[in-house]
């Protein structure tokens, strides 16, 4: 008796030459994304000899195998951790915070950045704010000390909104590499609460506090 069509096994064709070019773009842009935001949290001239040395094992290794395709699994294995070693040391310099010190201390140090009485004074270190209230006064100008101790190659800013949509701009600070200090000067704003962020990096954000 034969089987029916609806009893036998369902198979799917996978559309490889969609998948796969889709998959390769998708996992190219998630090492570069991480391999960046590794590079942004040590010091620049560390980014900048990681970066080469990074490429140049790539490059290396490519190379090796294009010569030698025969090469056994275990080979590619060792060739990846080979290329990659520059990455592990780069994320064992950001974990250690090796360099950020020597960077705040050339700019004032960090605990002369810290947050004055009245929240007039923020620090940007490690791509965050020192913190997230400010404390303005009402219905008069204002003040506000801003110095980034990243490196020079992360920049940031301060800017205040109505709420955390960010549509209405209450104040737009000047953006500044790391290194840098600037003194904002705020214009006289209503009593109430608002929102500031960095807009280069939206995720360092808090409250404004007017009264």
């Given amino acids: 008796m ?16 969609i998948v796969l070019p889709l998959g390769g773009m998708a996992l190219i842009a998630i090492v570069a994304i991480g391999v960046s935001r590794i590079l942004l949290s040590v010091p620049h001239e560390l980014a900048v000899v990681i970066g080469t040395a990074l490429a140049a094992n790539i490059l290396i290794a490519c190379t090796v195998l294009a010569l030698r395709p025969q090469e056994s699994r275990l080979t590619w294995a060792e060739l990846a951790v080979a290329a990659s070693y520059p990455l592990v040391i780069s994320v064992l310099i950001a ?3 090796f360099g950020q ?6 700019h004032g140090g960090a605990e002369e950045a810290a947050p004055a009485a009245g929240g007039t004074a923020v620090e940007a270190v490690n791509v965050a704010f020192s913190t997230d209230v400010l404390e303005l006064p009402a219905d008069e100008e204002a003040e506000l000390a801003f110095t980034n101790s990243d ?3 992360v920049p940031h800013n ?4 109505e709420d955390d949509s ?3 701009t209450l104040f737009q600070g000047e953006t500044i590499p790391g290194g840098s200090e600037v003194t904002y000067q705020i214009d006289p704003l209503a009593k109430g609460e608002y929102y500031f962020q960095c807009d280069v990096h939206p995720g360092m954000n808090g409250t404004v506090t007017v009264e």
Avoid: H, M, N
């Fill in 2 to 17: 034969s089987e029916s069509p609806l009893q036998g096994e369902v198979r799917f064709k996978v559309p490889l030459p």
């Fill in 95 to 97: 974990a250690s915070g």
């Fill in 101 to 106: 010190s020597g960077s705040a201390e050339a």
């Fill in 151 to 153: 490196a020079a190659s």
């Fill in 158 to 161: 301060i800017a205040i909104y």
């Fill in 166 to 168: 960010a549509d209405k």
